[in-house]
């Protein structure tokens, strides 16, 4: 084992099944140990973390539409790399769509590869997409190092990125299944969505865009998604889910031995449909934010486990396509932003429901790294993990001023609320990425694929 070149130590440092004082020994990249508080080697850079501050793996979130390259003027690599920095997020895996071209082809993901070389202060990963006719490209992709596949029932927002049917799906899940390839699903179908029937509502009422996305059309996707999963055993995961219908089933699916997980986003988490004001855009998603009621079985279920994870789905996009002087809910574009703000967001709506710093780490770190195929050196400390490391400090209350994230566009549904949980510092393999105010200059993050050796 080489010598630590750093020890980073403090009294409250979350390690696989424990928090307590402890010192984390790191060389060049990568944590070689972990010891008591005392133990520190001589000749070795030692930082102490104060007291009151959490040491925590670096949170990876597996859900982001970067839009780069063809939409950077949504989002690009280096603006939601350093709001994941500022956000304790060390690992982000970056969606297939909403960029031109989609990641649906290699000559796509090489375009992406190249967009994103260079600008990223955090690791970044890729997802691939299914859309109908790439079968073909499947193989290639995932050689290529996509770590799975995406794919929507429902119109996905951009035309370059078709949806898929049953019919579609049963021609691509034999393939995804002989890769050993998750496929991630964005779980509404069209049956139940209810545009038309309700053109005479006020389209900035809230009330009418959630009549518009009734919960039965992510319940029907999602047991289209266990019936497939089961017959092609391949490896399924529910993005985005919203639906508090759906989850006896998906607790039976799993109970059932089907290889499926779930996650769902701090926005379901935190607020409520009868508190959306009448035109306030930026809070309109798809699926939607549902009922109170809702909003507390989702949590029941991501206690007990039936939801695995909780992640942002980043999805911004320029200030005009949110449409807040007209408020037409049904017309503007559908997506929240997040990225900078998960941890906050989840603590402070966990803690006021008695939930731990390890159910944290599990929904933030742990799960998500583990869809990834990253659960070998993300989402961990401990020997032969990547030093990927956040310091924040649980006790303390900020309140989000947008202006100060780091996203391209600062319009989010949390501006001005009042957040319990302040990120300190964030350590990507073993180097300071972020410091209060202050980033690295110079962006080190790495592209997790294969073909890079990463
Ligand atoms: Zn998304």
Not at 72 to 92: D, H, K, P
Not at 132 to 161: Q, R, Y
């Amino acid at each position: 084992m080489p010598a630590p070149n750093l020890v980073i130590r403090g009294q409250q440092v979350v390690l696989p099944g424990s928090i307590s004082p402890a010192s984390i020994h790191i060389s060049g990249n990568i944590v070689t140990s972990t010891g008591s508080f005392d133990d520190v080697p001589a000749d070795c850079e030692l930082i102490d973390v104060n007291d009151e501050s959490i040491v925590m793996p670096g949170l990876v979130d597996s859900h982001v539409h970067i839009n780069e390259p063809g939409r950077t003027e949504w989002e690009g690599f280096a603006t939601a790399t350093r709001a994941a920095a500022a956000g304790g997020v060390t690992t982000l895996i970056d969606m297939p769509l909403n960029s031109i071209p989609p990641t649906t082809t290699v000559a796509g993901f090489k375009e992406k590869l190249a967009a994103a070389g260079g600008q990223c202060f955090v690791d970044v990963g890729f997802w691939g997409g299914v859309v109908p006719g790439n079968t073909s490209e499947l193989a290639p992709l995932f050689s290529a190092g996509v770590v799975g596949f995406k794919c929507f029932l429902i119109h996905s927002g951009v035309d370059e990125f078709p949806n898929v049917t049953e019919e579609h799906l049963r021609e691509a899940m034999p393939e995804l299944t002989r890769l050993g390839a998750v496929l991630i699903v964005h779980a509404e179908v069209p049956g139940p969505i209810n545009i038309t029937g309700i053109r005479n509502d006020s389209p900035a009422a809230y009330a009418t865009f959630l009549a518009s996305r009734p919960r039965a059309a992510e319940n029907e996707a999602v047991d289209l998604i266990i019936k497939l999963g089961q017959e092609f055993g391949t490896r399924v995961h529910i993005v985005h889910h919203s639906s508090a219908d759906a989850l006896p089933v998906l607790g039976e699916a799993k109970a059932a031995g089907i290889k499926i997980t779930a996650e769902t986003c701090p926005h379901y988490l935190t607020f409520a449909a009868e508190e959306i004001p009448d035109g306030a855009t930026e809070f309109k998603c798809c699926p939607p934010i549902r009922e109170a009621e809702n909003r507390e079985l989702l949590w029941s279920a991501v206690a007990d486990g039936t939801i695995d994870m909780i992640v942002s789905d980043h999805s911004p996009c320029p200030p005009d396509m949110k449409l807040r002087e007209s408020g037409d809910f049904l017309a503007a574009w559908g997506g929240i932003s997040s990225l900078q703000l998960r941890l906050p967001v989840v603590w402070t709506e966990a803690r006021r429901r008695g939930s731990s710093i390890e159910d944290l780490v599990r929904w933030l770190c742990t799960a998500p790294a583990s869809l990834v195929g990253l659960a070998h050196r993300k989402g961990s400390i401990a020997a032969g993990f990547d030093a990927d490391l956040v310091i924040w400090n649980p006790e303390r209350q900020f309140k989000v001023e947008a202006n100060t994230l780091q996203h391209r566009h600062k319009l989010t549904p949390y501006n001005g609320r009042v957040l319990q949980g302040v990120v300190e510092k964030a350590f990507l393999r073993g180097r300071k990425i972020y410091d209060g105010e202050e980033f690295i200059a110079k962006p080190q993050g790495v592209l997790l694929t294969h073909a890079s050796g990463e």
